[in-house]
């Protein structure tokens, strides 16, 4: 189905070569330190600034990552007064014209996707798109979002096992589903003995102690609870084992209240929003995923990178980078000894680790760079961008009065001679 034909006066766009680099705008809610927005940053990071400019739009607070953010690139916030707040829309409207958006990129599900398209398509904007990171709640499209399904130029989906779920459970059009794979910077991710030694000197765990994580934003969906529970059944065999959850979120008290009940106050650390999480995948021998649903998640591929072999529940797309007896290995959900006696195998084992660290590193290289991924989003950009200006031109063939009035009411189409440049 094509995108219904607007009736109101729109951004005319003009040829790449005229218009110089597009402006792509991307709506995310907040931006917390978790996976989604880590890759946001690294990706806006990665862009080539002479094809695409972007700017990150947070329908509320900024978040403790835009705060950093905003100190390099365009970053707007507090759109979103509440739920329900209706005037969320002519603002991103306003915001998206003003900005002469070439493109808008909601991140994720929930409000974003709907008001940021929404918004995009009122606004004028020539390229609409929408990336998603997950497989279900409480990332879950929804019907009201479904609804605005003719108004989207393509729906990028992290992994091939996501893509089908987008065509076949989501019921996207297949032609405007496409797969642009996570990527990390694998030299930042990397194996690195100096800074293993570094964080176990500042935690004070002994070099010979087995040391398994999680990095992950405390939500309901990350199931800590498990690796609470996965870390009592370990500390019964190997009671030299440490355990540490990197992030923070809302779920902090009762993930606390978890562990204290199990007795593991001792063996389990609760680190908060870190900066430096290279330096703390490099400390670790296993690193836990215990998620309900994901889709392709960023934490496994930079502790792959790190060489540290990933034992993850069964979900999403997590079985195209957790090989099993490869790079790792799966378990059911909430299949707690299961994990338990894969992780003791794997402390108990080093060799064993080393060989998947290894296997699983070299997968991330192959296939999750964060250079492909860039190129990705850069070429999905620019192909639709290039697309509406040929759909234009037939137009301006047609009935080129029509037109003549759509971008004389609204703004340029392209600068005037001489014309000073539109300030970002």
């Excluded at 409480?138 to 003719?150: A, F, K, Q, S, Y």
């Excluded at 699983?360 to 492909?372: A, M, N, P, Y």
Aim: charged share 25%.
């Amino acid at each position: 189905m094509l995108r219904p034909q607007i009736v109101w006066p729109r951004y005319a766009p003009i040829p790449r070569n005229r218009r110089g680099p597009l402006h792509a705008m991307f709506v995310i809610t907040s931006m917390p330190v978790g996976g989604a927005e880590t890759l946001l940053v690294n990706l806006i990071a990665g862009f080539d600034p002479r094809r695409i400019q972007a700017e990150i739009v947070c329908l509320k607070e900024p978040g403790p990552l835009g705060e950093t953010v905003a100190e390099r690139w365009p970053l707007h916030s507090g759109l979103l007064g509440s739920k329900h707040d209706l005037r969320v829309l002519p603002r991103l409207i306003r915001l998206f014209r003003s900005r002469e958006a070439d493109a808008v990129v909601t991140v994720g599900a929930g409000d974003k996707m709907f008001w940021g398209r929404l918004a995009a398509w009122l606004a004028g904007v020539p390229a609409i798109l929408s990336a998603l990171h997950s497989t279900g709640w409480p990332d879950g499209v929804g019907r009201l979002n479904r609804t605005l399904t003719p108004l989207t130029d393509g729906f990028i989906a992290v992994a091939d096992h996501h893509a089908e779920h987008l065509r076949e459970r989501e019921r996207f059009p297949a032609a405007r589903v496409h797969t642009i794979r996570n990527g990390i910077d694998t030299e930042r991710f990397a194996p690195q003995t100096a800074l293993r030694q570094q964080i176990r000197q500042e935690l004070e765990i002994p070099e010979t102690a087995p040391v398994i994580g999680i990095v992950a934003a405390l939500r309901p969906e990350k199931n800590h609870e498990m690796f609470v529970r996965v870390a009592r059944r370990v500390v019964d065999s190997r009671p030299d084992a440490q355990f540490l959850i990197v992030g923070d979120g809302p779920q902090r008290p009762h993930i606390e209240r978890a562990r204290d009940e199990a007795g593991l106050a001792a063996h389990v650390r609760l680190l908060g929003t870190r900066h430096d999480t290279p330096a703390l995948l490099a400390a670790m021998d296993a690193f836990l995923l215990c998620s309900h649903n994901e889709a392709s998640p960023v934490s496994i591929l930079e502790a792959l990178a790190s060489g540290v072999p990933v034992i993850a529940t069964r979900v999403g797309s997590v079985g195209e980078s957790v090989v099993e007896d490869e790079s790792g290995y799966l378990v059911d959900g909430d299949d707690d000894a299961t994990m338990a006696q894969r992780v003791l195998e794997l402390i108990g084992e080093r060799e064993l680790g080393q060989r998947l660290g290894q296997t699983g590193r070299r997968l991330v290289i192959e296939t999750g760079s964060l250079t492909s991924m860039v190129e990705g989003y850069s070429q999905l950009i620019e192909a639709i961008y290039d697309d509406r200006v040929l759909r234009r031109t037939a137009a301006a063939s047609a009935s080129p009065a029509a037109v003549a009035t759509r971008t004389s009411r609204y703004r340029r189409s392209e600068p005037e001679p001489n014309s000073p440049a539109v300030p970002r």
